[in-house]
């Protein structure tokens, strides 16, 4: 039983390890697409979500720019009201 969660779990490990380092290509290569001068002051209220809607064309991945705001403004947790961010000019 123990062999069989130790499977799963490095089963889960490689695969999110795989995802995450596969995504940063495409992720430096929407932040080299955009002119990143726009800045932004967060209301209460926002999301990464919805300012990625607000942001991006139909086609876009919205965790395509999520993942690019949060690497350009070097967020890791949550935003925070009157945070000043900087988005991509479209």
């Known amino acids: ?25 495409v992720v430096e290569s929407y932040i080299n697409q ?12 926002d999301t990464l979500w919805d300012l990625a809607e607000n942001i991006s064309s139909a086609e876009e991945d919205y ?3 999520i993942a690019a705001i949060k690497k350009v403004n070097k967020i890791d947790s949550y935003l925070k009201v009157n945070q000043k961010i900087i988005l991509p000019k479209n």
């Open 1 to 25: 039983m123990k062999t069989l969660s130790s499977l799963i779990i490095g089963f889960f490990l490689f695969v999110g390890s795989f995802l995450w380092f596969g995504s940063q290509p």
């Open 63 to 65: 965790r395509i720019v």
């Open 34 to 45: 955009y002119e990143w001068d726009n800045t932004y002051y967060v209301e209460r209220g």
